[in-house]
C-alpha cells in the first residue's frame, strides 16, 4: 500500500489506517480474537496506521490493540487519543484537557498498550475550559521526553487548530469526513492546508451507511450508539438511504462495493487525507483495503459530486449533547 505524509514533521502513514474503536465498544458486540486477527491482517496488507483511544472500552480497545501489535510495533504507526475522560466503569466525566491530566493520561496510555512510546498522540476533544495552548504546553513536554512522537488534535475548530500549531507543530487534524460528512471542507480543510497538517478522515464510510448493508434501524444490535443517531432516526434515515442507492448505481456501475468507492473518493480528495474505516472483521478489512486500488476518472468524480454534493446527508451526525463538544 502506498504511504502519505502527515503534516511538515516527517509523519508516514499507510494511505489507508484501521479504526479500531468498533472492536470495543459503541458498535454492538465484539470479537477479540476476531479483532486481533483483523488487526494483524491488515499489518499484513500495509494497513499499519493503527487508531485507537482511551476512552474506547473504556481503557479495554487500548490493551487489545496492545496485544495484537506486541510482536509487530516496529510495523506499526500508533495513534491514540487522550481528553473525553471516562471512569472504569464507563461513566463519562466530561472532556479534561488540564496538564496534569494529559500527563497522567499518556503514561496509562503507554501502559495499557505495552509500548514505549506514542507515534501519534491526539488530544481527542477540546476542553472549554483549559486553554489550548496550556494543553498543548504538557503535549509538547511528552514529545520532548520521548514518549510521544507526533502530535494530533481531533474535532477542533479553525481558530483552535491555529493556536495548538503556534505551540507545537500540529501533524493530524482528526475529524469526520465522508460523502455525507462534508461540512470541514468549507473552512477546516483550507486551514490545515494553508498550515501544512495532514487530514485523518474517521468515519469515512458515514458510520457504515455508505456500504449499503444498513438498509433498517433494526439492522442495529443493543446498545449500537446508532440507534439513537439522528442520521439513523425516521426520515433522516430514508432520505439518507436514497444518497446511498445513488452512491450503489456508480460503484456498481465500476464493479466495486459502495464502501470502495467513497473510500475511493475520499482518497482522491488530495494526498493529504488518510481515511481510517473501521471494522472488527476481517473480510471487510480486506474490502476496505482494495479501494486504494480502485481509479476514479473525473467523469466518475463529477458524477458522484451531483448525487452526493456537500449537505446532501439529513441530520446531525451526533446528538445534541455530543454536537456541542465538536469544532470547539
Known sequence: MDQRRLGSEGLVVSELGLGCMGMSEFYGTGDEDESIATIRRAIE??????DTADMYGPFTNEKL????????RDQVVLATKFGNERAEDGTRLGVNGTPDYV???????LGRLVVDHIDLYYQHRVDPDTPVEETWGAMKELVEAGKVRYLGISEAAPETIR???????????????????RDVEDEILPTV????IGFVAYSPLGRGFLTGQITSPDNFEEGDFRRNSPRFQGENFEKNLELVERVREIASEKGVTPGQLALAWLLHQGDDIVPIPGTKRRKYLEENAAAAEVELTDEDLHRIEEVAPAGAAAGERYDEASMRTVNR
Open 45 to 50: 496488507l500495509g494497513v499499519t496506521f493503527i
Open 65 to 72: 490493540v496492545g496485544k495484537a501489535i506486541s510482536d509487530r
Open 193 to 196: 492546508r494553508e498550515l501544512g
Open 163 to 181: 493556536r495548538a500549531h503556534a505551540v507545537h507543530p500540529v501533524s493530524a487534524l482528526q475529524t469526520e469526513y465522508s460523502l455525507w460528512s
Open 103 to 109: 500527563r497522567r493520561a499518556c503514561d496509562a496510555s
